[in-house]
């Protein structure tokens, strides 16, 4: 079992910056791939950024289109919290931010593939 909890979110001028981080319990933190989803008011869950384990302590970094160049996930093990920094926020990067854990290695941009999911923190980023 692991248990995920995000943090950081809040209300943001455009072009500003803020860093979400989620905590997670459990063993073997080290060994999942870990996603940043997000979701805004009448849409679908969609992907933003994820770190898929390769073994050992290799990782690999995945973004959506809409927010690379501005967000950059990171992972620090020996605190079982996985990151997301994001600069140059815009008004469109307005959701509830969820981080999640899966075993698996592939189709890590798909949220049906995840195990483990934190309960969201608001992002808000006015104009």
């Known amino acids: 079992q692991v248990q995920l909890v995000e943090s950081g979110g809040g209300l943001v001028q455009a072009g500003g910056s803020l860093r979400l981080s989620c905590a997670a319990s459990?063993?073997?933190?080290?060994?999942?791939?870990m996603g940043w989803f997000r979701q805004a008011p009448g849409k679908e869950r969609e992907f933003v950024a994820a770190?898929?384990?390769?073994?050992?302590?290799?990782?690999?970094?995945d973004y959506a289109d809409s927010v690379k160049g501005r967000f950059t996930i990171s992972r620090d093990n020996a605190k079982n919290t996985v990151y997301l920094q994001m600069h140059s926020l815009k008004p469109e990067d307005t959701a509830v931010y969820y981080c999640?854990?899966?075993?698996?290695?592939?189709?890590?941009?798909?949220?049906?593939?995840?195990?483990?999911w934190g309960q969201g923190t608001q992002v808000t980023v006015s104009s």
């Open positions: 999640a854990a899966t075993r698996s290695v592939v189709r890590v941009r798909t949220p049906s593939e995840y195990t483990y």
């Open positions: 459990g063993r073997s933190f080290s060994s999942y791939s």
């Open positions: 770190l898929t384990w390769g073994g050992g302590n290799t990782y690999y970094a």
